[in-house]
């Protein structure tokens, strides 16, 4: 074979492989579309549907009893209910219900290999499964929201149009961190749970800087800078001078920071990873 | 054989986990037609199937699957994989599992069904694939796997413990339908502790243990490179008495055993100096043998050769 011979069949063969790379792509985002639907299908008939709502019919309950006295305010509502039930408790539940179980119940079940053998790029896969799981957690979390401020009427009407952006940056956040989670744990459940209730309610409590780990600082700031027209501010355990709030302009902008960033290590972990054991 | 243009290739691949060390310096070709894989538990089988589909990646080495890295996306493509283990979406049923591993590969909705109704159709399941696969047997979930695995048409068809709890019946019907793929220029390759199973079904035996490929090729060819592995050769004759007399005579023969009417049992150390001995014997002597059969060269008795040998 003379010299430009091979070099027209090398050309030959990067050309075919730039084809299949481009059909991979192609094809891989129909494939993808298709893995998100029946994601989301699998995880709405799971069990942490159920859990979800129940804890969601227990929130309302509570919030019901709540506002049986008159004279209820915003201002009350907010720190009473709002923080301590929904953004603390609910809101990383509902993310890490769905989150955690997207990638770690294939896992788990072993029906993760016929997604690593499928010619979807691993990013694709990732992505796909983080869509529905976002969706899922969206529905719950301003669903939630939205049910609970209504029951609560007045106070909480007013606070729904001044929270629901808040809620929103967190549960792309939460569901970020906890999809992570669901790549890198073997019981990402377990170790999302873990951190949910005591990095994010324990950190988040320490006076200083340390508690800018957690996301529910950035989303308790970003509340308070919003609810500042009702009079609430850090208070309490929440003294402004041992709390150290960050301004919403800041807080806002950290909550996307942190829901990209996780996704972006979720996608490069998840594409590097080696699952031998996907039992 | 070797003229055949090797679908999947290993070059020197090892792979280690920590300390542990799975696969030691594995090299071969798959072609098209039906190969083996045979060895104990942690022979590193496992390990060589994830390398091969891609799962993991070598330590040291390559492996290439139509001249494409096995770890990319791309070789995917090329390759069905049907696993061992019994995992499914339990609550779709056979026919919604197979289109949506064929939506997975990126075929539109009608292509999908198409090509999902062939599969079903290879692996005749056609008229039960409406059920929940949670109601399915073990052999009619090895069906769906299969069909999930050839849905593309891949060049190669990796299957792990394919035959596992599938009854006889269920047996021979997808030991055709690896039949028809290998016919038709696929590689499967077939991983089994069944060692009975390969002497019918396999053109090609690899066999492994402890990360280390000890022998491949047909069985013959094995057998050929073992001229030290003794062999039980049974002779049918007119007379056997006198013939094993003779036979306790040459240097290759340890042993002889008589197996009236007619038959003889040797056991022979050195084949290859045993056969054109009796083959002198029987030209210039009239023993008038009717049948000589190797009794032991099975795949089970080639494999317990070879890992006494490595054991040693």
């Known amino acids: 074979m003379s010299a430009e011979e091979s070099q027209e069949t090398r050309n030959e063969g990067k050309q075919q492989v730039i084809q299949a790379d481009t ?15 029946v994601s989301f299908r699998r995880l709405f008939r799971s069990r942490q549907t159920i859990v979800s709502a129940m804890l969601l019919g227990f929130a309302v309950m509570v919030a019901l009893a709540w506002s049986m006295r008159r004279g209820r305010t915003p201002e ?69 929201l939205i049910l609970l401020c209504q029951v609560v009427g007045d106070p909480g009407q007013r606070t729904l149009a001044i929270v629901w952006p808040t809620v929103m ?83 806002m902008p950290a909550l996307w920071l942190i829901a990209a960033a996780t996704l972006l290590a979720g996608i490069v972990f998840f594409s590097r990873h080696e699952y031998s054991g996907t039992s | 054989m070797s003229e055949t243009p090797s679908l999947c290739r290993f070059r020197r691949v090892s792979k280690w986990y920590g300390a542990v060390i799975a696969l030691n310096d594995v090299s071969f070709a798959l072609r098209p037609g039906i190969t083996g894989l045979v060895g104990p538990n942690g022979a590193g089988k496992s390990t060589l199937i994830k390398l091969l589909t891609g799962q993991l990646r ?19 493509s090329y390759i069905g994989y049907c696993p061992d283990a019994d995992a499914f979406y339990e609550e ?31 692996v005749e399941m056609t008229d039960r694939a409406d059920r929940k696969l949670g109601s399915y047997s073990k052999g009619m979930r090895q069906r769906i796997k299969l069909a999930q695995a050839i849905v593309h048409d891949p060049d190669v068809v990796v299957l792990d413990e394919p035959l596992n709890g599938v009854d006889p019946v269920g047996r021979a019907q997808l030991v055709r339908v690896f039949r028809q793929l290998a016919d038709a220029g696929k590689a499967i390759l077939i991983s089994s502790h069944i060692l009975d199973e390969m002497d019918t079904l396999a053109d090609q035996v690899m066999f492994i243990c402890r990360g280390r490929m000890l022998a491949s090729g047909t069985l013959e060819e094995i057998r050929e490179m073992l001229e030290d592995h003794p062999l039980k050769v049974r002779i049918n004759a ?17 042993g002889v055993q008589l197996e009236p009417p007619q038959s003889l049992l040797l056991e022979v150390e050195r084949p290859g100096e045993f056969f054109p001995e009796l083959a002198r014997l029987a030209a210039k002597e009239d023993y008038e043998i009717e049948k000589l059969e190797v009794v032991d060269a099975s795949t089970e008795a080639v494999f317990d050769y070879l890992l006494r040998q490595a054991g040693q």
């Not at chain 1, 609430?232 to 150290?244: K, N, Q, R, T």
């Not at chain 2, 999908?112 to 079903?120: F, G, I, K, P, V």
């Open chain 1, 169 to 251: 940056a967190s549960t792309f956040a939460y569901v970020g961190l906890f999809h992570l989670f669901g790549v890198m744990f073997r019981r990402a459940t377990i170790v999302g749970f873990a951190y949910a209730l005591f990095l994010e309610n324990f950190v988040g409590s320490m006076p200083g800087i340390v508690k800018r780990v957690a996301v529910s600082f950035y989303t308790e700031c970003m509340i308070f800078d919003s609810a500042a027209i009702f009079g609430l501010g850090p208070a309490g355990h929440h003294d402004e001078a041992m709390y150290l709030p960050i301004s919403a302009a800041a807080a």
């Open chain 2, 58 to 76: 070598p330590s040291l080495g390559e492996v290439r699957v139509q001249d494409v890295s096995a770890w990319s996306a791309a070789a995917r």
């Open chain 1, 76 to 144: 009350e509502f907010i720190s009473q209910i709002l923080i301590p039930v929904y953004t603390s408790f609910l809101l990383p539940i509902f993310c890490l219900c769905y989150a955690t179980a997207s990638i770690a119940a294939e896992r788990e079940e072993q029906t993760l290999t016929y997604l690593l053998l499928s010619p979807l790029p691993r990013p694709l896969v990732y992505v796909a499964k983080y869509c529905s799981s976002l969706a899922l957690a969206l529905l719950w979390t301003m669903g939630g």
């Open chain 1, 23 to 37: 059909s991979i792509w192609r094809g891989g985002l129909s494939g993808s579309i298709c893995l998100a639907v």
């Open chain 2, 238 to 254: 007119k007379s056997p008495r006198e013939l094993a007399g003779q036979m306790l005579r040459l240097n290759a023969v340890r």
């Open chain 2, 92 to 122: 779709m049923s056979g026919r919604a599992f197979v289109r949506f591993m064929a939506r997975l590969r990126g075929y539109r909705r009608n292509d999908a069904h198409e090509r999902s109704e062939a599969a079903l159709q290879q």
